[in-house]
């Protein structure tokens, strides 16, 4: 089956669609990526996303304008990946859309939103369309988060040692064989939120990490941030910017004499660095697989592999998986599961009293014509062809 995976992060940066062929092969599931396509945002959609994200307030009715625009953004981005990786043959899109809140109250999870309306999906594309996986997991008592942990698992299966998969985006996760899979914190979050903030919306990002190989560590801010108590709390455990936003980061700034952009974003990366570095150590790694656009940061990375003398830390690349679209290729994994009945999580790192499949079913143009269910249980492995 040619599904095309849709994911847009905490970053909300761009809509990256991924397409693979699925195929089960005894208990592998056998993945062959097609490619990936990426859509940026337009500007005006992008601010009107960032308004809306926490602390942010908006009226409904901008919730449903943007469900509505960030719904057709993926359609585009389905339109050309079908066009342009599977020559117009793919048969099913799952789609993650885009998180705009994850209501999280001492320690539980009580709901989420991710906005994106699949109709427009279905519409532009004709295919049927997987959506609203997270909300199953919660439903069930779990986090809704990490959800890509079950593909994890599968595909770190058999690597010797203690592999560890490690995603770098707005923020951070990973997952241990063991099952154990959460959110470290913030990954890219607070260092984008900083160079937004003091080139005054001119940057996006910390590119190449330029700004903070420029600065120095500023100990005072970095100990503030230190104390957050989230670093603290036990797995299975969630966050995102309902936690970590550019007022988090103004509160954590007043009172500290104002230091430089670059001492600023010097210092939060050492905070991702570090709380993700003491995550690993905390499950036993001896290898770490990253993924995500914060390993396109060098300093990140370097400060990363500082922090790991005697783990091996390597991109998802070098297994096959594109770094940058690991996750969307983690969505496609998780729509085929659904569309033959099979579970997509794992509970033992979401915290669910057990296994659901995921999302709901919107339906293509020629209705709804799913695969005959699997039986006998799922795949126990990931296999990628190259």
């Given at each position: 089956?040619?599904?095309?995976?849709?994911?847009?992060?905490?970053?909300?940066?761009?809509?990256?669609?991924?397409?693979?062929?699925?195929?089960?092969?005894?208990?592998?599931?056998?993945?062959?990526?097609?490619?990936?396509?990426?859509?940026?945002?337009?500007?005006?959609?992008?601010?009107?996303?960032?308004?809306?994200l926490p602390p942010g307030v908006v009226p409904l009715a901008d919730v449903c304008r943007l469900d509505t625009r960030i719904g057709?953004?993926?359609?585009?981005?389905?339109?050309?990946?079908?066009?342009?990786?599977?020559?117009?043959?793919?048969?099913?899109?799952?789609?993650?859309?885009?998180?705009?809140?994850?209501?999280?109250?001492?320690?539980?999870?009580?709901g989420t939103l991710q906005l994106g309306q699949p109709a427009w999906i279905a519409e532009a594309t004709g295919l049927p369309v997987?959506?609203?996986?997270?909300?199953?997991?919660?439903?069930?008592?779990?986090?809704?988060?990490?959800?890509?942990?079950?593909?994890?698992?599968?595909?770190?299966?058999?690597?010797?040692?203690?592999?560890?998969?490690?995603?770098?985006?707005?923020?951070?996760?990973?997952?241990?064989?063991?099952?154990?899979?959460?959110?470290?914190?913030?990954?890219?979050?607070?260092?984008?939120?900083?160079?937004?903030?003091?080139?005054?919306?001119?940057?996006?990002?910390?590119?190449?990490?330029?700004?903070?190989?420029?600065?120095?560590?500023?100990?005072?801010?970095?100990?503030?941030?230190?104390?957050?108590?989230?670093?603290?709390?036990?797995?299975?455990?969630?966050?995102?910017?309902?936690?970590?936003?550019?007022?988090?980061?103004?509160?954590?700034?007043?009172?500290?004499?104002?230091?430089?952009?670059?001492?600023?974003?010097?210092?939060?990366?050492?905070?991702?660095?570090?709380?993700?570095?003491?995550?690993?150590?905390?499950?036993?790694?001896?290898?770490?697989?990253?993924?995500?656009?914060?390993?396109?940061?060098?300093?990140?990375?370097?400060?990363?592999?500082?922090?790991?003398?005697?783990?091996?830390?390597?991109?998802?690349?070098?297994?096959?998986?594109?770094?940058?679209?690991?996750?969307?290729?983690?969505?496609?994994?998780?729509?085929?599961?659904?569309?033959?009945?099979?579970?997509?999580?794992?509970?033992?790192?979401?915290?669910?009293?057990?296994?659901?499949?995921?999302?709901?079913?919107?339906?293509?143009?020629?209705?709804?014509?799913?695969?005959?269910?699997?039986?006998?249980?799922?795949?126990?492995?990931?296999?990628i062809e190259r």
């Amino acid at each position: 089956m040619r599904v095309i995976g849709l994911m847009s992060g905490t970053s909300y940066d761009a809509i990256d669609a991924a397409a693979a062929e699925l195929r089960l092969v005894g208990d592998a599931l056998v993945l062959r990526p097609l490619g990936m396509v990426s859509e940026a945002y337009d500007a005006q959609l992008r601010a009107a996303l960032a308004a809306a994200l926490p602390p942010g307030v908006v009226p409904l009715a901008d919730v449903c304008r943007l469900d509505t625009r960030i719904g057709q953004a993926f359609a585009a981005a389905a339109v050309r990946a079908d066009r342009d990786l599977c020559a117009g043959r793919a048969e099913l899109v799952a789609s993650h859309g885009q998180t705009v809140y994850h209501w999280v109250r001492d320690g539980t999870v009580h709901g989420t939103l991710q906005l994106g309306q699949p109709a427009w999906i279905a519409e532009a594309t004709g295919l049927p369309v997987v959506a609203d996986f997270r909300p199953r997991d919660i439903a069930a008592g779990g986090q809704g988060a990490p959800l890509v942990s079950l593909v994890d698992l599968l595909w770190l299966r058999g690597r010797p040692g203690t592999p560890v998969a490690l995603n770098l985006g707005g923020i951070a996760n990973l997952t241990a064989p063991d099952g154990t899979a959460f959110d470290t914190g913030p990954g890219c979050a607070l260092i984008d939120a900083a160079a937004r903030e003091f080139s005054g919306g001119r940057l996006e990002h910390d590119a190449d990490g330029r700004l903070a190989a420029r600065g120095q560590v500023h100990e005072a801010l970095l100990e503030r941030l230190l104390a957050e108590p989230y670093y603290r709390l036990p797995a299975p455990k969630t966050t995102g910017k309902e936690l970590f936003h550019p007022g988090y980061l103004r509160a954590a700034l007043a009172g500290t004499g104002k230091p430089p952009a670059e001492d600023v974003i010097a210092t939060l990366t050492v905070l991702t660095a570090r709380t993700v570095a003491d995550a690993v150590r905390a499950v036993g790694a001896t290898e770490v697989l990253a993924s995500g656009g914060g390993t396109r940061n060098p300093v990140l990375m370097r400060m990363l592999a500082d922090r790991l003398p005697g783990v091996a830390l390597r991109r998802s690349d070098d297994l096959g998986l594109p770094a940058d679209a690991k996750e969307a290729y983690a969505f496609a994994v998780l729509g085929f599961l659904t569309a033959h009945g099979l579970p997509g999580t794992a509970p033992s790192s979401t915290g669910a009293r057990h296994a659901s499949v995921l999302g709901s079913v919107t339906p293509g143009r020629d209705g709804l014509r799913l695969p005959p269910p699997v039986t006998g249980g799922g795949p126990g492995r990931l296999v990628i062809e190259r």
